[in-house]
């Protein structure tokens, strides 16, 4: 209950406009871009930044406290106004941090996400969505802080990737050493960067991968009979 006071009470601080704005340090800085306006208790991502918008808070956790935030923004005017979802966020493990945002266009379509998987409180998935559809996905598998793999995606399957295994990317420049091909949600093809020249010295196909899997079936239809 005190955390529900808490809460209305920093909303209310918001709704009024707080008097003394602090920056927003939000996880990811550098590829966001900078937002202004009050100051919101769990840091989240989702608000106004003009007039013509309402948010919309929800508990979908049954524990009285809100755990997604909807930002909604009103598109066209008189009687063609209509409200658009602009921008969604979560906490998805209930610790009062939001986890997860998700960016939309102004005709409400996703273009971009940002989450902390590990919530460590650093955003390390970010995905990039072209046409409503996932387009890219920027992964720190590993928790350094750093992007180290990258997925591809075409007519919303996945189609390839770029890892940095070596951990040799810096912010400003991508090393991946290993290149791989999906066909059907299956790896068909991987390059490896061993030397470190950013080339691929070696290729695994997946003609054995593909026997392999080939002589499993059967032998797993056969134990089953
Ligand atoms: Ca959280
Ligand atoms: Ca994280
Ligand atoms: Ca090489």
Redesign the pocket.
Known sequence: MKHLLLFLLSVAVVGCGSKDPKPVTSPGAGQGEATSGGEVADAGRCKPDGPGYEVSEYDTSGDNTPDVRKLFKTMGEGSLARLVLVCREA?????????IVRLYTDEGRPMREEADRD?DGRIDEVTHFTNGRVALQEIDTSGTGMIDTKIFYEGGQPVRAERDMANRSTAAEWRPDRWEYYTDGRTVRVGTDINGDGKVDRWDRDEERLRNSALANQQSREASQ
């Open positions: 906490d998805l493990n209930g610790d009062g941090r939001k986890d919530f």
